[in-house]
């Protein structure tokens, strides 16, 4: 077995329209770095993202790499589970494993309605008016739907074919609606209602949606009581000429008339024999208005306000019309708040990704990154590129990111997070060894040896002495005296720099064993277990490329 793969996690869950991070590790079990070749299988390719779709691999090393997955929100990304495959393969050898994994879809509801004509017509003589409403389920899971509508002043009954329908993920369904009128007379003013389609899922109350139409309802007079009033009407029509009409107040709406504090109200009125109008409203007084107009005002406190139309013509002033608007105070607003905010590394490479996790509360309507850009808030993750290489030589490039959130109302909080990019030496050093790392002191020789790629310069350096190098793969034998610190430094073709490190010790000699003592007092001049002999000691200068650190140079 030259490699093997194995997954971090078994399942990935993500929201659609959000990017999930799917680790897995390469262990490179062979004698040799190998370049491997990432792919995925099982998933719309639109969905998955590999950021290193090949990587190297150093012979026992193991390495942790990331796939990202983002389903967009859509309805074709329809909720469930999705079994999926990571394969790898040698580039050297062409060999090929894989682990399976699967995708958990979460569901998200978003319905949308219309309907046409946008304007129906019944009279006493007519009293139906038909529509068609589309209703259309853009969400990713099945949806069951009850449909509605009604006008502000119960001037029209409506009845739909079919008033609770079922909408699979991307369905449309087109359901006829008859408008029937309950209050329409042969004689009177004509009037517009406005009318609310609506629709609501059975399952969730929160997901709904409404469109708006208007129905006119027109009076329908016969020819024969129309003549028989012109007749009439031509009568009189000297008599009611010389007769000054009363002002009064023809035709009023306001709009809407249950609200919270700070919404406007909308008042429309047309008067007829009058040279302006007065509306109280609210305790406020508005004099001098046009006959014909418009009025929008917006109550600052909860309560029942009052409105009053009253038509006049000089000194004549008409019946007042009042009607009764209802204020209550808006819903309090949760705030929004960051339940976590981190980054997966404060300090990696320069050209490295850097991946922010993050939570917020369902209180959290709008995110941003800074100084990336909005950011889904129902997401958990986000992967960022790394800023521009604009260092001159090696050095750390400090970012700055901010997250910040707000509510519905406009709130906002924040947080930051200050990442380090470094600049890396394209210097590497593959190996850097002493073979033995402590050394008998009768013999005080060691090998050391190197591999090294990418350096324009190698440097040895040991006690008070630096050596060059010329050679990128080689081995040295050093005769050493005392503790030695051996420092390798490789510099690439920009001056960065790449540093290891190794130790060569002198294994310590055993003291001897104290002299035994008499029993009767005196000392037998001889140490308990020593043994004959004498300790030579090894000299010489070095030869065949054998160095002494520590000793004469």
């Known amino acids: 077995m030259s490699f093997s793969i194995r997954l971090a996690n078994d399942e990935a869950t993500v929201e659609p329209g959000s990017s999930v991070p799917v680790a897995f590790e390469i262990v490179n079990a062979g004698s040799k770095e190998e370049e491997f070749e990432i792919s995925i299988e099982g998933l719309d390719p639109e969905w998955a993202a590999i950021p290193v779709p090949t990587l190297w691999v150093q ?198 008339r249950s609200i919270t504090v700070g919404d406007p109200v909308t ?57 009764t608007v209802t204020v209550e105070e808006p819903p309090v607003m949760p705030e929004a708040k960051i339940l976590a905010f981190a980054a997966n590394q404060k300090e990696i490479p320069l050209g490295s990704s850097v991946v922010f996790n993050y939570r917020l509360n369902d209180a959290a309507v709008y995110a941003y990154l800074e100084p990336i850009g909005q ?50 030496s394209k210097a590497q050093i593959g190996r850097f060894s002493g073979d033995p790392l402590e050394v008998d002191p009768l013999i005080g020789r060691t090998t050391l040896r190197w591999q090294v790629t990418g350096a324009a310069r190698l440097t040895l350096a040991y006690g008070d002495r630096t050596d060059e190098l010329t050679t990128m793969d080689d081995r040295r034998d050093f005769i050493v005296s005392e503790d030695t610190v051996f420092t390798l430094t490789a510099v690439d073709d920009q001056g960065l720099e790449t540093k290891k490190t190794i130790t060569v010790k002198v294994k310590k000699e055993e003291e001897p064993n104290p002299p035994t003592v008499d029993p009767d007092g005196g000392d037998t001049g001889e140490p308990t277990g020593s043994t004959t002999g004498t300790t030579g000691t090894s000299t010489g200068g070095t030869a065949g490329g054998t160095s002494r650190p520590g000793g004469n140079r």
């Open 59 to 256: 012979s026992g090393e193991t390495k942790v790499e990331r796939i990202f997955i983002k389903p967009p929100r859509e309805s074709e990304s329809k909720a469930g589970i999705y079994p999926f495959v990571i394969r790898v393969r040698n580039l050297d050898t062409g060999e090929s494993k894989t682990v399976q994994s699967s995708l958990a879809v979460n569901s998200f509801s978003h319905v949308s309605i219309e309907a046409n004509p946008k304007r129906g017509t019944v009279t006493s003589m007519s009293r139906e008016t038909a529509f068609e409403v589309s209703v259309i389920n853009l969400g990713n899971t099945e949806e069951n739907l009850q449909l509605f509508a009604s006008d502000v002043d119960d001037l029209i009954a409506f009845e739909f074919e079919q008033n609770q329908i079922t909408l699979g993920p991307g369905q449309q369904r087109l359901i006829p609606m008859a408008g029937t009128a309950t209050k329409v007379k042969a004689l009177q003013s004509m009037a517009i209602a406005p009318v609310t389609i609506s629709t609501r899922s059975t399952d969730n109350p929160a997901v709904a949606a409404n469109c708006q139409v208007h129905v006119e309802v027109r009076p329908i007079v016969s020819p024969g009581p129309l003549i028989a009033v012109l007749a009439i009407l031509v009568v009189l029509v000297g008599w009611i000429l010389s007769i000054p009409k009363p002002p009064e107040i023809v035709s009023y709406s306001v709009q809407p």
């Open 267 to 323: 008042l429309v009125w047309d008067s007829s024999h009058a040279n302006s109008v007065t509306i109280t409203a609210g305790g406020a007084l508005n004099e001098r208005l046009p006959a014909d107009g418009e009025l929008t005002f917006s109550p600052e406190a909860a309560g029942d306000y009052t409105i009053e139309f009253v038509a006049v013509s000089g000194k004549v002033r008409s019946k007042p019309i009042v009607v």
């Open 375 to 424: 950011i889904d808030p129902k997401a958990t993750s986000i992967q960022v590129p790394s800023p521009p290489d604009d260092l001159p030589g090696k050095g750390v490039k400090t970012m700055e990111y901010t997250l910040i959130v707000r509510n519905s109302a406009g709130q906002e909080v924040k947080e930051k997070i200050t990442v380090k990019f470094v600049k890396d």
